[in-house]
């Protein structure tokens, strides 16, 4: 059985992220009473602090970050209670054995998330299994980004596993731990309605969309060396289209689920030079308006000129029996004009309207599952409009509509980091993400980047507050479908 840990690590613990969703995630779990009673959470960086002053930080992230309204003085006492702090440099050895002091019995119950830039993964793990912290028992999380291609993410994913074996290492993509994704999969697996029409028959395409209108947030130093396709497909939009377009697995469990996903990665049509072109859109955005509001262009606000994408559409294939001919439309891109997550579903037409001789047209069945800001589900059907139909009958696409936050009003939305860091601490690895899955979504984007240089293409401009190049446009024009917007 696998134990819960008593011990987590955390690694950056000063950093934004711990900052904004780590520390608030793990009190939102203390709240509902859902931490193991004995859990104390160990926060390890190079600035030198003590308990307490590590304490008042956290306290401060708290406050700052917590859903109004939800902050209480009792829980906060309790929560901070379990905080400690070790200071440590990940380059110094020292640093480890005074943490594995501190941690005393490493054997038993230790979990380690590692919120730093991924150039730290190497020492972090050669610093834990040089002060015995790499114990069999001890399960370690990773935050993206995990490499830069193929070839890098294997470097990270072998250095990993000289201390951690497969099954104790927890890659996050954090898409995961959203309530929406993993909806999709009751969506699809506990109904029966949609399986027998999920297939290549009866759907025409499908669409990914994850749209931004923040630029870099001071993230440039890394967003410039990324990119859209590195920072946003290679990962949460793979990830999507392989719920969207993996087989029921036999059970839900990790090695089930993460099967069915992988077989979906490899059967991606790989992306060439000879039909890049066809298939791939890039875009930057210049200085342009959100909700009225100028904002400067990219290259105004990295500090230079440059050739990264903010922006990337592409249109994917899935050579399997199952999508034979359906494209799969993904769009990613920064200072749209709104944000929003959203995976689009077309259905195919009605093979033969009744309606057409009575001057009525129908449109195809819609399902679109809004991710964010806005978790929903709304199926589109055709109706007939109120009337006596003398003019002839007409037709109306309705929506039937579920709010997912209204359907469930008496339940927390929660931080998708609460589940992930729960299922750490337990020890549920089906919302990780497995190695192989991690690699064959690098073959793929690698692909596409070499046959970019191949053929020179770098970035179309477009204006902050637009859907992207026109050109973005085109891509599904071409094939008679237009983006949903
Ligand atoms: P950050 O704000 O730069 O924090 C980095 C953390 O690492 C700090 O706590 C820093 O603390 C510590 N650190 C740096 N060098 C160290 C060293 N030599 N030894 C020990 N600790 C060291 O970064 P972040 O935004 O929190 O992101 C952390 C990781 O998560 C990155 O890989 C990032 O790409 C990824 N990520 C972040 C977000 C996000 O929303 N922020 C989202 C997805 C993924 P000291 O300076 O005190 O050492």
């Known amino acids: 059985m696998v134990e819960k840990a008593s011990t987590l690590l955390m690694f950056g613990a000063t950093g934004d992220l711990a900052r904004r969703m780590l520390l608030p995630s793990l009190y939102g779990l203390d709240s509902d009473g859902l931490l193991p009673a004995d859990l104390r959470i160990i926060g390890t960086a190079r600035t030198e602090l003590g308990d307490e002053a590590f304490r008042e930080r956290a306290d401060a992230a708290l406050k700052e970050h917590l859903p109004q309204g939800f902050y209480s003085e009792g829980i906060a006492k309790r929560f901070l209670g379990r905080l400690h702090y070790v200071p440590l440099d990940i380059k110094d050895q020292s640093g480890f054995d005074r943490l594995a002091k501190r941690i005393g019995d490493p054997c038993h119950g230790v979990a380690i998330f590692l919120s730093t830039a991924p150039s730290l993964f190497k020492p972090t793990i050669d610093g834990l299994a040089g002060a015995g912290l790499a114990c069999p028992t001890v399960r370690m999380a990773l935050e993206k980004p995990l490499g830069s291609d193929l070839e890098s993410s294997r470097e990270i994913n072998d250095s990993v596993a000289g201390a951690f074996p497969e099954d104790r290492t927890f890659r996050i993509d954090h898409y995961l731990g959203k309530e929406t994704v993993q909806n999709l999969l009751a969506l699809r697996f506990a109904n029966s309605m949609f399986e027998p029409l999920w297939n290549a028959t009866h759907i025409d ?79 930057q955005y210049l200085r342009g308006a959100i909700d009225g509001e100028p904002v400067p262009g990219y290259a105004e606000e990295v500090g230079h000129e440059s050739t990264t994408e903010t922006f990337v559409a592409l249109k994917a294939h899935i050579d399997n029996w199952r999508w034979k001919g359906v494209p799969f439309y993904l769009r990613t891109g920064k200072r749209m004009p709104m944000r929003d997550t959203e995976i689009f579903i077309q259905f195919r037409d009605v093979p033969y309207s009744i309606f057409a001789s009575r001057g009525a047209t129908t449109k195809p069945n819609k399902l679109i599952i809004g991710v964010q800001p806005e978790e929903t589900i709304s199926l589109h059907l055709m109706a007939k409009t109120p009337g006596l139909d003398r003019q002839g009958v007409r037709l109306r696409e309705i929506p039937l509509d579920i709010g997912l936050a209204n359907a469930f009003s008496e339940y927390r939305r929660r931080i998708a980091y609460e589940r992930l860091l729960l299922d750490l ?22 692909r596409i ?22 050109a973005a446009i085109a891509l599904t024009e071409r094939d008679g479908i237009s983006w949903h917007e």
């Open 205 to 283: 395409h499908v669409q990914i969309t994850v749209a931004e209108t923040i630029g870099l947030e001071g993230r440039g130093d890394y967003y410039d060396q990324a990119g859209a396709l590195r920072d946003m497909v290679q990962n949460h939009m793979l990830q999507l289209l392989a719920l969207v377009a993996m087989e029921p697995p036999a059970d839900f469990n990790s090695t089930a689920v993460r099967d069915e996903k992988v077989k979906v990665l490899h059967a991606l049509r790989a992306i060439t030079s000879a039909d890049v072109e066809a298939n791939s859109v890039t875009g």
């Open 425 to 446: 601490i337990e020890g549920d690895p089906t919302l990780f993400v497995r190695r192989d899955e991690v690699e064959a979504q690098w073959g793929w984007i690698d």
């Open 449 to 470: 980047r070499a046959a970019w240089t191949e053929k020179g293409l770098t970035p179309r401009p477009y204006a902050a507050g637009t859907w992207g190049p026109s």
